[in-house]
């Protein structure tokens, strides 16, 4: 397995294992009888800072396992790989998007549940991003 595919399951992995539940715990609290906004950005905070630790410490794991391999420079087809996955996020990410401004503009609710649904487009939009790349590097 290439550096550039470990560091593509490496992204995965991480954002579903930090967000998924941070998604549980965060429309439990928002959906309560009196959700402190505070304290939902300081879980949100929080979220994030754990989720940048472990991906920089899996992703310098990764190049710990192959070391031979994370210097060398992307080529033509490690580039063709990347702009195809990112292609596709970038649609998927927009479509999502737009699916959640509809409901926005025409259903009430709070701007922090929207902002969440708007962050939550971003993320499986990275996560399509990394299983395209995988997909990719495993077809070859």
Known sequence: MTFREKKAWVTMIVLI???FP???VMVRIYHGPDPEIPYMANMALG???VFIVLEVVLVLMARWSSPEDAGIPKDERDQLFAFRAAR???VALIIMLIAV???MIHVEGGNWGFG???LACILFAEIF???LLILQYRRG
């Open 17 to 19: 294992t930090v967000f």
């Open 22 to 24: 941070y998604y549980i």
């Open 47 to 49: 979220a994030f800072i």
């Open 88 to 90: 596709s996020a970038y």
């Open 101 to 103: 401004t509809f409901p």
């Open 116 to 118: 969440m649904l708007y």
């Open 129 to 131: 991003r990394a299983i």
